[in-house]
């Protein structure tokens, strides 16, 4: 499985910001983020270069699941591939836990998937 650093810290006063980084080209999922209570949530994906990379966004009602992937607000599943970094995306959801999952990462990529969540109680 995956070795999966996850990080997260209050940016400021009803803001948090959880990150989530691969060590291994291996796949796997991220530890759960809990944060109902901050329903406004956006995601940043940065991808390798080259390869191929597949990471969900998945979320469940359960710590132990069943997880299923989340949407943006434009309806689209959060789904991200190599050729999407940088992409900021409005999560439509809002589970009580929410995690990254790597269905892939080849070792023809250059860097390792990095996917950022940003929660706040703030409305817009």
Known sequence: TAVILGGGEWMRHGVHRKRWEWTTTATGFSDNL??????NKTVLFFGPSGGQTNVLLEGAIYASGPFTTLTSASGASL??????????????????????????????????????????????
Not at 91 to 118: D, Q
């Open 34 to 39: 809990s944060a109902a209570h901050l329903p």
């Open 79 to 124: 789904t991200f591939t190599d050729a999407s970094p940088g992409v900021l995306y409005k999560v439509h959801e809002n589970p009580a836990f929410i995690r990254a999952r790597a269905s892939t990462v080849t070792t023809g990529a250059t860097g390792l998937p990095i996917v950022e969540i940003i929660s706040s109680h703030y409305a817009g």
